[in-house]
């Protein structure tokens, strides 16, 4: 117990000097490519800190538990706005670029609904059993294509928010950069185990450890990265993480393996779940829209929806 107590602690202190070291080189990429920021938050660093969430569902759908791997994405998406950007909110007030607002967010509102709708498959003939196919998996796989084509439109603009002041060099910072996603990855595995472990000794039950332990420990590296960002003034990163994180977790997270290695067959989940992962999505939009930020008061209205859900999952 002890041994993973101290385990746990390295895990925090790995991941945050991790996420740290990564912001600041991916921030440096950015500059050295004269790419804008937003880019490199919606590529490098949101698909770096969904490795976790990947991991997982791979593991999970070879052991046939497809449930963890719905779970897993779900609970990561609401978690990365509802706790993510809520908390980077309590530092300052995260400012997001116009063309984020009206092509960004849009895209990651439509794929969240457009997975929402995949699952729901009963509701729209009582007759079906609740499963997630191939087929909808390719359905998701294809909608991620055309956020890459978007994606490369975008490098065909270069654009870099750096004027002249002093930036680290290319290869140091794409050295940062790796250096700082293996210990986000590390750091958070230390964590997810360690905490895991320490769950189990103190008579912890499997659906809760899954519910805390797994959901929020594979949001960890977007957790801290965010937060490192937006202390550091890094907002297009810390915005660009948790959007990009979203629709990494849907088209690949999920998708990717589901075409690979099989449909899941039997699914059980509360559509409350699909409802406020949707809702924190639409939310995140409109907070955005109204005046091109995300205020402290709106992140405070962030985090007490995201109480109110883990009231009613664990105790409802």
Do not use: C, W
Request: aromatic share 10%; net charge neutral.
């Amino acid at each position: 117990m002890i041994l993973q107590v101290l385990l746990l602690i390295v895990g925090f202190v790995v991941l945050i000097k991790g996420a740290d070291v990564f912001v600041d080189g991916a921030s440096a990429v950015a500059a050295n490519f004269k790419v804008s920021k937003m880019l490199i938050g919606l590529t490098i660093v949101s698909f770096g800190t969904s490795a976790p969430e990947f991991a997982v569902s791979v593991k999970s759908l070879l052991s046939g538990n497809g449930d963890i791997v719905l779970g897993n994405v779900i609970g990561s998406n609401i978690l990365n706005i509802l706790l993510i950007l809520g908390i980077s909110s309590m530092f300052h007030s995260l400012n997001v670029k116009n063309s984020t607002v009206k092509k960004e967010l849009p895209i990651t509102m439509l794929i969240t609904i457009l997975f929402a709708v995949l699952l729901s498959d009963n509701l729209f003939d009582s007759g079906i059993r609740p499963s997630f196919t191939r087929s909808d998996g390719i359905v998701l796989l294809l909608f991620f294509l055309v956020f890459i084509y978007y994606l490369f439109t975008m490098m065909r603009n270069k654009t870099t928010d750096d004027s002249d002041q002093d930036i680290m060099s290319i290869g140091k910072a794409i050295v940062f950069t790796i250096l700082g996603i293996v210990a986000i990855i590390l750091g958070s595995n230390f964590v997810v185990d360690s905490a895991s472990y320490i769950a189990k000794a103190l008579g912890v039950s499997e659906r809760m450890i899954g519910l805390t332990v797994v959901a929020l420990g594979t949001s960890l590296p977007e957790l801290v990265t965010s937060t490192m960002a937006t202390k550091k003034g890094e907002y297009d990163i810390a915005i660009g993480n948790v959007v990009g994180s979203n629709i990494f977790n849907i088209g690949i997270v999920i998708g990717l393996p589901v075409v690979i290695l099989g449909g899941i067959g039997k699914i059980t989940f509360s559509y409350i779940d699909l409802i406020v992962m949707v809702v924190a999505s639409i939310l995140l939009f409109l907070f955005s829209y109204n005046d091109y930020k995300i205020t402290k008061k709106e992140g405070a209205m962030f985090l007490m929806l995201f109480v109110l859900y883990y009231s009613y999952v664990i105790f409802g």
